[in-house]
Nanobody, 127 residues
């Protein structure tokens, strides 16, 4: 059974940093794409960053570019999101997502294409 477990959320003041970790388990073979999404009240789920697990190639949303970095440790099936220079508008529940290993990585951040999700971790940034 596939499981994604996020950790590392919390409260921080604007300008601060947080590191989110996603531990993946239960995959028979690696998912080709792992991604971080976020959702704040009243808004749609938004893609933040994704990583191609084989190549390590990454893609980050314009809203967080130069502030957030996604990385992976394939051996330990751990994916991290380093968040720096946090802003109040970054406040949201952050979710780790994985693509079915049989599928190809989609372009952009179509949330509906990701089959596996964690329960989310709250990030709160105060001004």
């Amino acid at each position: 059974q596939v499981q994604l477990v996020e950790s590392g959320g919390g409260s921080v003041q604007a300008g601060g940093s947080l590191r989110l970790v996603c531990a993946a388990s239960g995959f028979g073979r690696p998912s080709p794409c792992m991604a971080w999404f976020r959702q704040s009240p009243g808004k749609e789920r938004e893609g933040v960053a994704k990583i191609y697990t084989a190549s390590g190639h990454t893609f980050t949303a314009v809203s967080v570019r130069d502030r957030f970095t996604i990385s992976r440790d394939n051996a330990n099936r751990i994916f991290t999101l380093e968040m720096n220079k946090l802003k109040p508008e970054d406040t949201a529940v952050y979710y780790c997502a994985a693509l079915d290993p049989a599928r190809e990585c989609p372009s952009g951040f179509p949330a509906g294409d990701y089959q596996f999700w964690g329960h989310g971790t709250q990030v709160t940034v105060s001004s």
